[in-house]
């Protein structure tokens, strides 16, 4: 019977050791989230594997899109500065369309009369001329109507790129908060609010710089549509 009796608990202790071991090991877990959260690793203060691996994949494309990829905004874009440009040559051609048709009606009457036309021929070629400047200056301005747009349809593409990532690291922390709050282990309980409470303070945060990437998104967008309405030349 005695026998019987330690064999039982040999059997007992053998089930509860790895228990218990779990069960400390899962705290060590939750302590080592701390130590990442006052050492502001976001990612890592996750103390769950599968949400920490995501939350690190996408944190990854945050810093590439958001970080390492260049300037998002298109602020520094004015297609107003170009539809004015645009305007002024439009209105000079207009001009010198018409001063070169009366020089050139003014010519054939002056040779129909029989009287000299170098005065006038001389005036021709010098609106010639001016026009022929005109128009390198128009292909300038083509150029450079093309570049606005390569340069904002670039800044969209990554600003499109962080908002989403950005949004994707958000929806992790969210569910990671949920999973924390209903955590019942009486050892865990108080680090998971302490890391709840840290989480919804950069939560915060985040969503300025998220917010500040959507206003981004909507102004390249605006401006592209602005320099899609340009006049042509």
Known sequence: MHRTSSVIAGVVLSLLLPLAAAGAQDVKTWENALNYMQDEKGCFSIPYADAQSTCSRKQDEV????????????????????????????????????????????????????????????????????????????????????????????????????????????EVFSGVRSRANNETDPKIVPLARRLIAWWDERYRSHEEQLSAVKRAVETCERVLNEIGRLGTF
């Open 63 to 170: 810093n590439k899109w958001c970080k390492n990829s260049g300037p998002f905004n298109c602020d520094t874009v004015d297609p107003k500065q170009l539809q004015r440009q645009i305007e002024t040559l439009k209105t000079r051609r207009d001009e010198l369309t018409a001063e070169r048709g009366n020089l050139v009606k003014a010519a054939k009457d002056a040779a129909s009369a029989k009287q000299p036309t170098q005065e006038i021929d001389a005036s021709i070629a010098k609106v010639d001329a001016a026009i022929a400047a005109l128009n390198n200056s128009r292909a300038v301005l083509e150029r450079q109507v093309l570049e606005a747009s390569r340069t904002c349809n670039e800044r969209l593409n990554i600003a499109k790129s962080c908002r989403d990532y950005r949004a994707n690291v958000q």
